[in-house]
């Protein structure tokens, strides 16, 4: 094998010919299945070599117009000289064999669970045929699929079906990354659409025989995907047919293939009594994203794979706005936010860092990131904020327009706002290419005439790659109190376009109180000195939710700050704001559940390190939870209350206001558990009737070192259903006491039921240990150690996974010499082992700088 190589955005060259249509026809065998392809090629103009490219294929015969050739594979791809090709056009085909029952790297075609099913993108398709396996290459297909099992399903439509075989025609040109096939024993859960120009659109979630009672939520949340795509962007569905399959060995979320969705079994199977609030809320989201891909990202497509954030950010706003839509902005905004910062922040600060739009790349897997997705879908908001709602609505019907059936670029993207709004978006471009999250400093004076100048500073972080930082265009919604709490006027939008800028306002009687970055209106780091009583203020009355939000979670911040770095306990005003807001009954539950939520462990680590100081893991796990009691003593008259005002009577249902009184409830008793030991969590334990209840039950308990006895009847209940058994290996790890966590993370991959080759079960103890800050950050290295190795181990069997997983050390930078000195040898281990995956390898050398 060569070094692996690394692929420049420079360096991007059309493909020099046109594509027919696509014949495939898959013999299905688990070892040896056969793949015969056959497409025509037609020279674009001039004479160039063919590049198709193939991995893990047994090539068995190809021929150009008919006649055999001698095709040599070599580093991944097959070259054609263009001497060696006919003049026009002509005919490829080729017949190859490869093993899905072999594949546990989980791209191209594998199985899972006795079923088959495909993974293309990113460069998945090239392990299943020679192709030019790159996005900009659209086509038809045409697929038959030859097997005994009875349910075998492909993109598009079926055209023809007999015993042993099923025919599929997709008319919607694609790139080979869209390509799906299914094949399996699978039941369907069947609904129904009409689009609202009347087609008639069959609707199928096809899941293992036992899981059909599983699908309800799936597709209520498919049918109101369908119908906001329709009122709020005006997108109809385009073929007859809609296809979701629930798979249980997964890299990801799940994948928009046109017309035949795949997904992680864990994003679309939920029934009350296996999936918590939370496992409904995500697969409505993931539902509405993949189905929103239909248009953005299918009919419209990336160039190259650098342009992922056009299809990913684009989409990640969209379900963000339709989840905002039927749940409630407010709220989704602030966790939108939590999310950006807990995990893009994070990425941004460290070695990893990476513009939206990468410049270069060595597995693109690996930037299927935070960075590409969330801080890709914060720049649309941006954009849509400074062109308005309207000239956002225009930019989009023209891009849908000017773009349909195309694979596109951000600049194609920039374009369609810049003639539809008139607007100059060269510096708001930078956004996209300078990596890093900007510093927004605000300062504040008042003069006695009646002038209020706010002064915005905007700082960009120095970040791995070296580029240079330019000032970029921020937009800055801010509103201005009045003492007695009423708004002074409407929001304005402040668009900081210096590196300095001053922004007057004039005529006000008295000084007035700002409400700055409103709404998240920019994704960056805001430092705006206030006295706590202003913070408090803002959090009784800012008029805008997230930034009422934002000076609780600030002033909590900061005093659990202080309590780390001085010992100074709570200030009695601090507490005294948490129990109004917890008493207001005029704020919705959600909210107020949110408000209570002390800032996590790994966010008061990024905290400190941020102002320069060196965060000791455990001294702030002690911390946290000495200010968690604390706030219990303090809320202790108003939680019993609480637990019982906000159960919700009657079935369990997932609507946004039941979820909410739960997700309080279950904060309140969290904070009870403080205070009593567990005997309020062993009576949640008992009354539980749906998961969510018993999965907060089930942590309290752990967290009060009495939850032998529910962990034990819980694997009796449930030990033969892999998703609610990943919640049982999950839960364990993640709430376990930092001196145990990595034991008892070590103790589960004994456990009979720990399987390697599951990516959801990996990630329950893997991801949970590496969740548990402080436990993963032990003195002594144990955790860093046995991550290490089981990444190791993983590596030879699933890359991918692997790679995402590595991420854990990622926050190197922030800790001591001594575990920084630890993280390295980890990281260094890596490094060296032989047969080291292209996909850890790259990430492992990020993190070592
Ligand atoms: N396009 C998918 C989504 O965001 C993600 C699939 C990426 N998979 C991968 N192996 N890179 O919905
Ligand atoms: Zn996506």
């Known amino acids: 094998m060569s070094e692996p190589q690394t692929i420049h955005l420079a360096d991007y060259r059309p493909f020099p010919f046109t594509l027919g249509e696509v014949q495939l026809t898959f013999r299905l065998a688990p070892a040896a299945t056969r793949v015969l392809s056959r497409f025509t090629l037609a020279p674009k103009g001039g004479r160039e070599d063919l590049v198709l490219f193939g991995a893990h294929l047994r090539l068995i015969r190809a021929a150009v117009n008919g006649a055999e050739i001698r095709a040599e594979p070599k580093d991944g791809q097959i070259r054609i000289a263009a001497a060696d090709l006919p003049e026009g056009p002509f005919t490829w085909e080729a017949e190859v064999e490869i093993d899905p029952a072999g594949n546990t790297a989980l791209e191209g075609l594998y199985m899972s669970n006795g079923m088959y099913c495909t993974q293309c993108e990113a460069e998945g398709f090239r392990r299943i045929t020679f192709y030019p396996d790159r996005p900009d290459v659209m086509t038809t ?340 109190l009045n003492p007695n709490g009423d708004e002074l006027a409407p929001s304005v939008t402040l668009e900081l376009t210096e590196t300095e800028q001053s922004f007057r306002f004039e005529g006000l009687s008295t000084r007035p109180i700002a409400s700055v970055l409103r709404d998240f209106s920019a994704p960056v780091i805001l430092s705006h000195r206030q006295s706590d009583a202003t913070r408090a203020f803002l959090l009784a009355h800012d008029s805008d939710p997230f930034n009422r939000w934002e000076a609780g979670r600030t002033l909590s911040r900061e005093v659990l700050a202080r309590l780390i770095s001085e010992g100074t306990p709570p200030s009695a005003d601090w507490l005294a704001a948490m129990a109004a807001l917890l008493r207001d009954e005029s704020l919705e539950p959600a909210f107020r559940a949110l408000c209570l939520r002390l800032p996590g462990e790994d966010d008061m680590a990024a905290t400190l390190a941020g102002s320069g100081l060196v965060p000791d893991p455990h001294h702030i796990h002690r911390a946290r939870r000495s200010l968690q009691t604390t706030l219990a003593r303090h809320l202790a008259p108003q939680l019993p209350g609480l637990i019982r005002a906000m159960t919700p009577q009657g079935p369990y249902s997932p609507d946004p206001t039941s979820t909410g009184q739960r997700s309080l409830k279950n904060m309140a008793l969290a904070l009870q558990t403080r205070l009593d030991g567990g005997a309020a969590a062993q009576s949640a334990w008992q009354a539980a009737d749906n998961m969510t209840d018993q999965m907060a039950a089930l942590a309290c308990l752990i967290e009060a070192g009495c939850a032998g006895t529910a962990l034990r009847a819980f694997e009796a209940r449930y030990g033969g259903d892999r998703l609610v058994m990943d919640k049982w290996f999950m839960t364990q790890v993640l709430c376990a006491p930092p001196e145990t966590a990595a034991d008892v993370a070590e103790a589960l991959t004994a456990h009979p039921k720990f399987d390697l080759k599951n990516p959801n079960r990996f990630r329950a103890v893997f991801g949970a240990l590496s969740a548990n800050h402080a436990g993963f950050h032990r003195a002594d290295g144990t955790g860093y150690r046995l991550l290490a190795d089981w990444l190791l181990r993983l590596d030879a069997l699933n890359p991918q996974t692997a790679a995402r997983m590595s991420t854990a050390f990622e926050t190197l930078p922030r800790y001591d010499a001594d575990r920084q000195a630890m993280m390295r040898e980890e990281l260094q281990r890596l490094k060296a082992a032989p047969r080291l995956s292209r996909d850890l390898g790259e990430m492992v050398s990020r993190m070592l700088g």
């Open 141 to 480: 297909f045409r697929v038959r699929i030859e097997s005994d099992l009875p349910v075998l399903l492909s993109n598009g439509n079926p055209v023809a079906e007999g015993p042993g075989f099923a025919e599929w025609h997709d008319p919607w040109p694609k790139p080979s990354y869209l390509f799906a096939l299914v094949a399996g024993d699978l039941r369907a859960h069947p609904g129904q659409f009409t689009t609202r120009s009347g087609r008639e659109v069959a609707l199928n979630i096809w899941v293992r025989p036992g899981d059909e009672d599983r699908c309800d939520w799936a597709l209520t949340s498919l049918k109101a995907s369908m119908r906001w795509d329709e009122e709020v962007y005006g997108r109809e569905y385009d073929l007859d047919i809609f296809n979701i399959v629930a798979v249980d060995d997964f890299n990801m979320g799940a994948m928009e293939n046109k017309g035949l969705n795949i997904f992680n079994s864990r994003a679309v199977l939920a029934r009350a009594d296996t999936a918590t609030d939370a496992d409904f809320m995500r697969i409505e989201a993931i539902i509405a994203h993949e189905y929103f891909h239909n248009w953005t990202g299918n009919r419209i497509t990336c160039r190259d794979w650098f342009q992922l954030c056009l299809k990913e950010g684009l989409t990640v706003f969209r379900d963000q706005q339709f989840t905002g839509d039927l749940r409630g902005a407010a709220v989704k905004r602030i966790e939108d936010a939590l999310t950006l910062r807990d995990r893009q922040f994070r990425e941004d600060t460290g070695p990893l860092a990476h513009p939206v739009r990468p410049s270069s790349f060595v597995e693109i897997n690996n930037f299927y990131t935070a960075t590409v997705y969330e801080k890709g879908a914060e720049l649309i908001g941006m954009l849509k904020r400074l062109v308005g709602d309207a000239g956002y609505k225009a930019a989009l019907d023209l891009y849908f327009t000017r773009h349909d059936g195309q694979a596109c670029t951000l600049e194609d993207w920039l374009k369609v706002f810049e003639e539809a709004t008139g607007r100059d978006l060269t510096q708001f471009a930078r956004w996209y290419s300078q990596a890093g999250t900007p510093r927004l400093e605000v300062s504040e004076a008042w003069d006695e005439a009646g002038v209020f100048t706010l002064t915005l500073r905007q700082s960009q972080p120095e970040t791995p790659d070296g580029v240079e930082k330019l000032p970029l265009h921020i937009p800055v919604v801010t509103g201005l």
